[in-house]
């Protein structure tokens, strides 16, 4: 029988932070995909199976164009219109507009050049991890280190002013961490689209070192590069640090694993990955079929609009032994936390980059680390918001 999901949930089990909500497990259990009815009535599908996320991350047949993501998968937007992305907002785009804007890119992210910052990403985290040392306990470990460490490599590699980071930070975090009103998450996104488009006027009369200066040497437009800086400064910015301050918690709430980390540097890579699938921060994305496709055993008509799990997907017990349990010596890879196919993250090797440096440096400098209140009150995300994670980590340690 075909199983139905008549409303995502808006909240995590008690006691289970880090696990999907219990609708999508049980979801899963009846099979990789499921109908989904939107809170505007219209029947799409919820794809929860490791195999069928991958097959349409991976499909063409499948659009990531904005203007067809007119089904929002916890609001009711009965009514009104998606326009299509800006300029350069190229995530939200099909090929081949989507590519002009990639390939300049795919260079500046690659595994080499993203190796090459290792020793300044080194800088920033020490540079952190003193000032949490000196100021001594409580801290709170996302305004502290989980935050501004991406932030400001993320920043530094786009040529953003020092002085300007802390103000764009803000705005950044208005309009992705799901709990802001409509007036203010206008206001912050209009705020860091004037922002962008001063940046770019500034790098192209005066160059400096940076990937956006880089960029305007080409025959991108103004408005064509400040919707790729948005792009590439909102993904850098959030999904890193809900990583660093979600691991951490993680790790703090899995004392043998912690252990297991601290004991043995060499097993970082691994961890690192473990960490990536069992979060999975980025927890959905959102596809429209452009024609009909058959897809496990089902017809997803032609402008239906379909919700993939990637956070079931790295828990599918058909992929993954036990895949409820943190082990950051699982040997099976693959997850699609960075999604797959033509759209997965430009920038998963910087972020791998930074989680290699910072958990181990953090977990090393502090061996009393742990929760500074209990872990039910650490307050998470709310599951709208687009990257899930914790608003703050109150940690502290023997000083």
């Known amino acids: 029988m075909e199983h139905t999901v008549t409303a995502l949930p808006a909240e995590r089990r008690p006691g289970r932070p880090f696990d999907p909500p219990a609708e999508l497990i049980d979801a899963r259990r009846h099979g990789p995909i499921s109908r989904y009815v939107f809170p505007d009535g219209h029947r799409g599908w919820l794809v929860t199976g490791y195999d069928l996320v991958r097959a349409v991350l991976a499909d063409p047949r ?3 164009r904005k203007e067809f993501m007119i089904h929002h998968p916890f609001i009711d937007y009965s009514g009104m219109e998606a326009p299509p992305a800006s300029p350069g907002e190229f995530i939200l785009m099909d090929d081949p507009q989507h590519s002009r804007y990639r390939k300049p890119l795919m260079g500046k992210f690659t595994v080499r050049r993203m190796r090459l910052l290792t020793e300044r990403i080194e800088q920033i985290t020490a540079e952190h991890l003193d000032a949490m040392e000196k100021a001594g306990p409580p801290a709170d470990l996302v305004t502290a280190f989980a935050k501004p460490i991406p932030a400001i490599v993320i920043c530094e590699l786009l040529g953003v002013p020092y002085e300007d980071r802390g103000s764009f930070q803000e705005h950044i975090d208005s309009f992705l961490n799901g709990e802001t009103d409509e007036e203010t998450l206008i206001t912050a996104y ?3 689209q004037d922002y962008l488009a001063e940046l770019v006027a500034a ?3 005066d160059p400096t070192d940076d990937v956006l200066s880089d960029l305007t040497d080409s025959d991108l437009t103004d408005e064509e590069l400040r919707g790729m800086s948005l792009i590439l400064l909102a993904a850098g910015l959030d999904t890193t640090a809900n990583m660093l301050a979600l691991g951490t ?3 703090l709430r899995n004392p043998g694993q912690l252990a297991a980390l601290r004991a043995d540097p060499a097993l970082t890579d691994r961890a690192v990955e473990e960490l990536l699938r069992y979060l999975s921060v980025a927890k959905m994305f959102m596809r429209t079929a452009l024609e009909d496709v058959e897809l496990g055993g089902r017809t997803i ?3 239906t609009t379909v919700v993939l799990s990637n956070h079931t997907a790295n828990r599918d017990p058909e992929r993954f032994t036990d895949p409820h349990v943190l082990d950051l010596r699982r040997e099976e890879g693959g997850h699609v936390a960075f999604g797959h196919g033509v759209h997965q993250c430009l920038g998963q090797q910087l972020a791998r980059v930074e989680m290699r440096v910072a958990f181990p ?3 090393g400098r502090f061996p009393t680390l742990r929760l500074a209140v209990p872990a039910e009150e650490v307050a998470l995300r709310p599951e709208i918001a687009d990257i899930f994670g914790v608003r703050s980590l ?4 023997d000083a």
């Open 361 to 363: 440096a953090l977990v």
């Open 190 to 192: 209009t705020a860091t």
């Open 249 to 251: 918690f993680a790790l």
């Open 301 to 303: 008509e032609a402008g």
């Open 394 to 397: 109150p940690v502290t340690w």
């Open 203 to 205: 790098k192209r009369a």
């Open 62 to 64: 499948f659009s990531s």
